[in-house]
């Protein structure tokens, strides 16, 4: 017998809270049984989102500043601390039941970072893990990807944030992750030219289904059957 299916849709540019509401509405949809798991895949315009963690001294500009540089700043329901999303960032959501994985949602996470490590090896980056910490380092070290989920009646929504192609200076004017002095990297960086956006798509789809053994299939947002505006949500 195969592996479960899990469908993998590619969204494009979409603005924070309109993917938020998108994952609500699909975390009811897969509480329900009416869909299998899912990954989404996108990316946002700049964003700065503060996990339940976060503290007022991680934003020290002030929200004013910010928006001034045409960064918005977000509320989020997932644990952690602040991050920074913008285009050229992959953006992964995986609405999944944590059923199969005994509801250990330690394991689901460090399952994830797997996902990260391996998918950046495909592309020659050696990664690691740092003891105490979420996420994914470069051997430098440098943080290249950063995780933070939320977990309701067993199903996750959120979920990882990799640095492929993105602006980094954004990270600078804030404490990314609550942790001080942490210098942030990318897939750029580290290789020395830009990435091409849906080839590490492919691979990182490829590898959460190795990782979680789950069979990707692509599907497009209409196939989801949500009562949304697709024109809006997606832009792919």
């Known amino acids: 017998m195969g592996s479960p299916e899990i469908w993998c849709t590619r969204l494009g ?17 897969r509480l329900a049984g009416e869909l299998p ?8 315009p700049p964003t700065y989102t503060r996990g339940r963690r976060t503290r007022d001294h991680e934003l020290p500009m002030g929200e004013q500043w910010y928006g001034m540089q045409g960064i918005e700043v977000a509320d989020a329901d997932r644990g952690g601390h602040v ?23 330690h394991e689901y996470v460090r ?14 980056i050696e990664a690691c893990l740092r003891e105490g910490l979420t996420g994914v380092w ?11 989920i939320h977990v309701s009646r067993g199903i996750t929504r959120h979920g990882f944030a990799v ?17 001080d002095h942490c210098r942030m990297t990318s897939v750029t960086r580290e290789t020395g030219s830009e990435q091409d956006m849906e080839a590490f798509m492919n691979v990182v789809s490829e590898q959460f289904g ?6 990707p299939v692509a599907s497009r947002l209409e196939e989801l059957g949500i009562a949304t505006s697709a024109e809006a949500v997606a832009r792919a």
């Open 210 to 215: 190795s990782v979680y053994g789950r069979l």
């Open 163 to 179: 640095n492929v192609n993105n602006d980094l200076q954004p990270f600078e004017w804030i404490v990314p992750c609550g942790i």
């Open 111 to 124: 399952r994830m970072e797997q996902v990260i490590v391996r998918s950046l090896a495909t592309f020659g």
């Open 13 to 29: 540019l979409v603005p924070y809270g309109e993917g938020l509401e998108l994952q609500r509405r699909l975390e009811a949809s």
């Open 37 to 44: 798991d899912l990954l989404l895949l996108l990316e946002h």
């Open 138 to 148: 470069t051997s430098e070290p440098g943080k290249i990807a950063s995780i933070g």
């Open 83 to 105: 991050t920074y999303h913008g285009p050229g960032q992959l953006v992964g959501y995986p609405i999944v039941s944590l059923h199969p994985y005994g509801d250990d949602v």
